[in-house]
């Protein structure tokens, strides 16, 4: 099926840097979500953005959907040691969710 | 704990055998869905209800899978006949009807299915 592309998929930082992710589609959609997954458990939702060009923070996320509907990024700032896990974007047209292949973070205390 | 809950949690079963999932989601969210994950992928659409109806179905539901919601709460996910490239996490998740809201799904901690 459609996936998103999401990038990089794997980033080894500092604890306390600084954190951008991005995701990428061939198509337009109406909302994007960014998830945490971490292992053995279910995504959570950790922003969701309804408008193009909409800036949304979640107390050290940001993320942005994009002018053209057709991608979203996602910073998270001063990383620190539980920010670890994998990072999902998903795109929504309107039922169901299409997800990237995620973005797995390792923060080096 | 008020969140979407799923079991079982692991389920090891050989191929061949028939195995049954449960999902009860958020109680105010009459949304329902399915995605199947596999691993280094993100989650994949399954199966999509809105109250008691299922509404759509993706192409990766064989004939083998049957999803049943019968009074528009929890949800049960049958895989009959399985066969190891039915090894995965299931996932559930509800989201509420109206309003913006309704495309924020909330997912369960998923059964992992194991076939050997």
């Known amino acids: 099926g459609q996936q998103l592309n999401q990038s990089p998929q794997s980033m080894f930082i500092q604890e306390g840097e600084d954190v951008s992710m991005n995701c990428t589609s061939s198509?337009?959609?109406?909302?994007w979500l960014w998830y945490k997954q971490e292992p053995g458990e279910g995504p959570v939702l950790l922003i969701a953005?309804?408008?193009?060009?909409e800036l949304t923070s979640n107390g050290r996320l940001t993320a942005q959907f994009g002018i053209t509907r057709k991608d979203s990024f996602l910073n998270i700032s001063a990383s620190i040691p539980s920010d670890v896990g994998i990072y999902f974007c998903?795109?929504?047209?309107?039922?169901?969710?299409?997800f990237g292949k995620g973005t797995k973070l390792s923060v080096i205390p | 704990d008020t969140g979407v809950s799923q079991n079982p949690r692991h389920k090891i079963t050989k191929r061949g055998q028939n195995v049954t999932f449960r999902c009860d989601p958020i109680?105010?969210?009459?949304?329902l869905y399915w995605y199947r994950q596999t691993l280094g992928q993100g989650p994949e659409f399954l199966t999509y209800?809105?109250?008691?109806?299922?509404?759509?179905k993706s192409r990766l539901l064989s004939d083998r899978f049957s999803a049943e919601r019968p009074k528009g709460s929890f949800s049960t996910l049958e895989i009959q006949r399985t066969e190891q490239g039915d090894s995965a996490m299931y996932l559930c998740?509800?989201?509420?009807?109206?309003?913006?809201?309704?495309?924020?799904?909330?997912f369960g901690p998923g059964t992992r299915l194991t076939v050997l």
């Open positions: 109680s105010e969210h009459n949304r």
């Open positions: 209800f809105q109250n008691e109806a299922q509404l759509e």
């Open positions: 998740a509800s989201s509420p009807r109206e309003g913006l809201s309704y495309n924020e799904q909330f």
């Open positions: 953005l309804y408008k193009a060009g």
């Open positions: 198509s337009i959609f109406n909302t």
């Open positions: 998903a795109g929504s047209g309107s039922y169901q969710l299409t």
